[in-house]
């Protein structure tokens, strides 16, 4: 299995089994036959097909869209969607959504405060 870390631009389409431990910015694609270990940073959307794998131990900033792959979430994702019979499977400690009020982004409501 490749290894890679340090920031990426994307689109990135997995050419082969991958732990990733970077940060990319942009749609990660898992193909049919690959497999991503994600202990990174996905700036952007994560899409695995149908016969991919992925593991997300780190972070999905965007979408993991699943299209039957075998998906399991450990880490943090915003949302999913699972297109297919396979469901994305999620571990004790998966989150989904961002608390974006412990990255200093939290938005002040009218009348609140």
């Known amino acids: 299995m490749a290894e890679i870390s340090g920031q990426y631009e994307g689109p990135l389409t997995l050419e082969c089994d991958l732990v990733m431990r970077g940060r990319v910015k942009g749609t990660v694609t898992v193909p049919s036959g690959s497999r991503l270990d994600l202990e990174g940073l996905i700036m952007g959307d994560l899409v695995v097909e149908e016969g991919g794998a992925a593991i997300v131990h780190g972070a999905v900033a965007g979408t993991l ?11 943090t994702v915003n949302s999913v969607h699972d297109y297919g019979e396979r469901l994305t499977r ?21 009348g609140s405060g």
Request: charged fraction near 30%; proline fraction near 3%.
């Open 65 to 75: 869209v699943n299209h039957g792959g075998d998906v399991e979430v450990r880490g």
């Open 90 to 110: 999620f571990g004790r400690d998966a989150k989904v959504g961002f608390d974006r009020t412990k990255t200093g982004k939290a938005s002040t409501m009218p």
